[in-house]
C-alpha cells in the first residue's frame, strides 16, 4: 500500500506541477494564441495526472466503483472539451480580427476564410 501511496503522490504532484505551468504560460505568453495554447494542453496534461491518481485512490485505497466512475466520466468530458474549445476560441479570435505579434509560417485559419468568401 505504501508504493500505491507514493504513486498517487508522485502523480498529484505531476498533474499540479502541470496545471502551474499552464497558469504561468497564461500570464507570460506574449500573443492570444499562445496563451490559449497553455491555457488548453498543458493544464490537459495536469487533469491527466489527477483523474489517473484520484482513480487509483477509488478503486484501491477506497474500493468504491461509484467514485472511480465518476472520475472517468469526468476526465473525459473535460479532455474532450478541452482541446475543442481552445480551437473554437482561437478560430473566434483570428476571425475578429485578433492576430499574432510574428508573421504565422502556415496560416491555416486565413486559407479557411478564403475558401468560405
Known sequence: ???LRILIDVLLVGGC????AG???VLR????????QAST???????LGIVLAALLYAIFMEHN?????KVLI???FVLLTNPIVGNTLSRAAYKYGI????????????????DER
Open 1 to 3: 500500500m505504501l508504493i
Open 17 to 20: 506541477f502541470f496545471a502551474l
Open 23 to 25: 497558469t504561468l504560460g
Open 29 to 36: 505568453m506574449p500573443d492570444s494564441f499562445s496563451r490559449m
Open 41 to 47: 494542453n498543458i493544464p490537459t496534461f495536469g487533469l
Open 65 to 69: 466503483a461509484a467514485m472511480a466512475v
Open 74 to 76: 469526468i476526465g473525459g
Open 99 to 114: 492576430r499574432p505579434k510574428k508573421p504565422m509560417v502556415q496560416d491555416d485559419y486565413g486559407r479557411d476564410e478564403a
